[in-house]
């Protein structure tokens, strides 16, 4: 199948998915076939297995792809700089999000009158978050198999731009081993075409339990929280990026939107940044037109402390809580959200729902309830889908910036229509 075919493919699938899932759950999940059989083991096989093929890729894809990355830079000054050209728009668009995020639900007030008691909200626990100094140490690996079999994204970064480092500087015996990474490379990227072929089953699956089970009367009494999390998201999405990519380097925005749709179904369906990077790197190479060396480090990182749409959610959600506690916050509080979140979105993990938990630090920086999680926990599936699809958006629009500033961007690859 050609690749625009399968990307059509599989946002159609996305839409029969949620058509389905949506007229089932109206209508038939008090049948005992339909709930059990069909949605809770069916699509939920599907599914799993769907997302367990993707994460399947990660470790593997992230480690092969970084070396070799890291290997064709062959100066270790480039590194640093492409690190900290990642680190400065990483963190400087999810101050630009958040604020965002504050400024709308100041303006539309969700949570002002919200009456909690007659929502049925959940126990939200809050669990520890780690310390910065235990961040920090926790980035380098004391055992790098352990870091790859537990998945850890930053450990792994470390190990591989180190090994990659370590290849350029062993001469000739670098050269055999980097000519090896660069055969694995093209094999772990056909391993992503086949798991791809099977995504427009995994994804309608996925999305087609996610609507059985949720049901949008969760949505009612949240509308107000949820459409200020929404509108800012499209806004961050559609208007943000463009304008940075446009300005920043020049590129058409419309093009790289077209063709960041495919990488934002799959984020949509699994709600993981984490799953969604193979995806996203081979789309940021073959699509976009980005040079390993750049997609195979950028994205990666960004997947792991890039989270735009989480610090979105999390900045409407504070202002929400505060209203429903009828807590004022001072401008300084602001600022310590827009600090706290930004922080907080680094350590997120790529997973579906740990934005939530983060949350509990956020909040606590201002002296809010972390009770007042409860509330919104029942609509947050949804709306961890799409902060998702706006934070992988986010590592591929750095990502795109970054190759052309680095002129690592075949403009003739990116301008390519499809
Ligand atoms: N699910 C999000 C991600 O993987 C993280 C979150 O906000 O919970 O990017």
Redesign the pocket.
């Known amino acids: 199948m050609k690749k625009d075919n399968l990307t059509t493919t599989i946002l159609l699938a996305m839409l029969f998915g949620a058509i389905l899932g949506g007229v089932l759950n109206v209508f038939f999940m008090d049948i005992y076939f339909v709930k059990e059989i069909l949605v809770n083991n069916a699509f939920d096989v599907v599914g799993q297995i769907f997302i367990n093929l993707l994460k399947m890729l990660v470790v593997p894809l992230v480690f092969i792809s970084l070396v070799c990355g890291t290997a064709a830079l062959g100066d270790i000054s480039k590194l640093g700089r492409l690190g900290g050209k990642a680190l400065v728009f990483y963190l400087g668009t999810t101050a630009l999000a958040i604020t965002l995020a504050l400024g709308l639900a100041l303006l539309i007030a969700p949570g002002e009158g919200f009456n909690k008691e007659a929502t049925v909200s959940q126990e939200f626990v809050a669990k520890e978050a780690p310390s910065i100094a235990e961040t920090i140490i926790a980035l380098v690996p004391n055992n790098p198999i352990e870091a790859m079999a537990q998945g850890q994204m930053l450990p792994l970064i470390v190990f591989s731009l180190l090994f990659g480092i370590a290849i350029v500087m062993a001469g000739e015996a670098g050269k055999r081993i980097e000519q090896q990474f660069n055969d694995y490379n093209e094999i772990m990227m056909q391993l992503v075409v086949i798991v791809m072929k099977l995504a427009p089953a995994g994804v309608f699956c996925l999305i087609a339990k996610t609507f059985a089970l949720q049901g949008f009367d969760v949505i009612k009494p949240l509308l107000g929280y949820f459409s200020v999390v929404a509108l800012a998201l499209i806004i961050h999405g559609v208007v943000s990026y463009p304008f940075l990519l446009k300005t920043l380097s020049g590129l058409n925005p419309w093009t790289f939107l077209k063709k960041m749709r495919g990488v934002q179904t799959f984020?949509f369906s699994?709600?993981?940044?984490?799953?969604?990077i193979p995806v996203n790197i081979e789309n940021a190479e073959k699509r976009l037109g980005v040079d390993n060396s750049v997609a195979s480090f950028t994205i990666p990182l960004g997947?792991t402390i890039n989270?735009d749409?989480?610090a979105i959610?999390q900045g409407v959600a504070t202002v929400f809580i505060a209203n429903v506690y009828m807590v004022d916050l001072t401008t300084g509080d602001y600022l310590v959200v827009i600090l706290t979140a930004t922080l907080a979105?680094v350590g997120?993990?790529?997973?579906?729902?740990?934005?939530?938990?983060?949350l509990a630090m956020v909040l606590n920086q201002v002296g809010l309830p972390v009770e007042g999680i409860g509330l919104i926990i029942g609509v947050?599936r949804l709306l961890?889908?799409m902060?998702?699809a706006v934070?992988?958006t986010g590592d591929a629009a750095a990502t795109v910036i970054i190759a052309k500033s680095e002129g690592a961007l075949d403009r003739e690859i990116y301008e390519k229509s499809e």
């Open positions: 984020a699994t709600a993981s940044s984490n799953a969604t997947a989270m749409g989480t959610m979105s997120t993990a790529g997973v579906p729902g740990v934005g939530l938990i983060m947050d961890d889908m902060r998702t934070n992988v």
